[in-house]
């Protein structure tokens, strides 16, 4: 079973317009309201290639029924610790995007949690989550108390023999990663931060990931944009680059990657083909005006578009 979590779930308001310009009233074409969060993305993402999964959170009074609501009506099993009581309300993002392309993110910091919501989320997880499952922890952890708690979430659930996917960034990513999760996703600014090195070539890229050797981390996928990615793997290092298309917005392709590799590595692809698909789905989902969901027919004919290539070292 996949089981993905979101401790700060929003709502995305999605606000279209020609072109954004400050100190002006930029006048709207139209706006959308979706699901927010990295970890119910993926499970979303998941359910639209076939596979099932429970979505594990903490959300907050009207906006967090909402987001259940949104949940449910995919079909994903939801796990949430909910609390209607509270005057508090789970955050609402606003995302900017333009017909260039160009998409910004303005995000609330959302609820801060308090512990004893952890702890029951965790207790729940633990009560679940059977042993050889597998684990996403991805998105935005700032509302915690402490900025390790994947590194909690983890060290509880050890003995299960998870196989776990983290998707993070900043100190939260810095703590976890020595925890040996199984994967991790940092883009290159990320990876960046993680070396303390400018990373300006495919070579300083690969000598970046090499570095990181000392956390046992199977698999380290660098994003890269609308220039691919380099992903290290146990059958090697591949450079990958992704079909020419016309983008239309951005936000959510790291998740449709993300959940690309977990849907391949679950029906035993092979990682060049893992990594196909997983590209050929980040980009429907950038030909897409939402920030969530992809056109899968449309994915599978931009497979045989997407090059890769394994490098020798």
Do not use: W
Not at 5 to 14: G, S
Not at 149 to 178: A, H, M
């Amino acid at each position: 079973m996949i089981h993905t979590v979101t401790l700060n779930p929003a709502i995305d308001k999605l606000l279209y317009l020609e072109h954004f310009q400050k100190d002006i009233t930029n006048r709207l074409q139209y706006s959308d309201d979706t699901i927010g969060g990295k970890g119910t993305h993926v499970s979303i993402n998941l359910k639209l290639l076939g596979l099932d999964s429970a979505a594990f959170g903490i959300a907050h009074g009207p906006t967090g029924k909402k987001i259940i609501h949104l949940l449910n009506e995919h079909r994903i099993l939801t796990n949430f610790i909910m609390d209607e009581t509270a005057d508090t309300d789970s955050r609402t993002n606003y995302l900017i995007i333009e017909e260039n392309g160009h998409c910004s993110t303005l995000a609330s910091r959302g609820v801060l949690l308090k512990q004893m919501e952890l702890d029951q989320l965790i207790q729940n997880m633990i009560s679940q989550i059977n042993d050889g499952d597998y684990l996403v922890l991805s998105g935005d952890a700032t509302n915690c108390p402490d900025s390790a708690i994947y590194n909690t979430i983890i060290r509880r659930l050890k003995d299960k023999d998870l196989k776990v996917f983290l998707d993070t960034s900043g100190e939260t990513l810095r703590q976890c990663i020595q925890e040996s999760p199984y994967l991790i996703k940092p883009n290159l600014d990320e990876l960046s931060s993680l070396c303390n090195e400018t990373l300006d070539t495919d070579e300083k890229i690969i000598h970046a990931i090499q570095s990181l050797e000392k956390y046992r981390i199977p698999v380290i996928a660098v994003s890269l944009g609308g220039n691919g990615s380099i992903v290290k793997t146990p059958e090697g290092i591949y450079r990958v680059q992704p079909p020419k298309i016309a983008v239309k917005n951005t936000i959510g392709c790291g998740d449709c990657f993300l959940s690309g590799i977990i849907y391949g590595l679950k029906q035993n692809y092979s990682f060049s083909n893992t990594l196909r698909l997983a590209t050929a789905i980040s980009a429907a989902t950038a030909e897409s005006s939402s920030s969530v969901g992809f056109d899968l027919n449309r994915a599978r004919e931009l497979e045989s578009q997407v090059q890769i290539t394994k490098i020798t070292l």
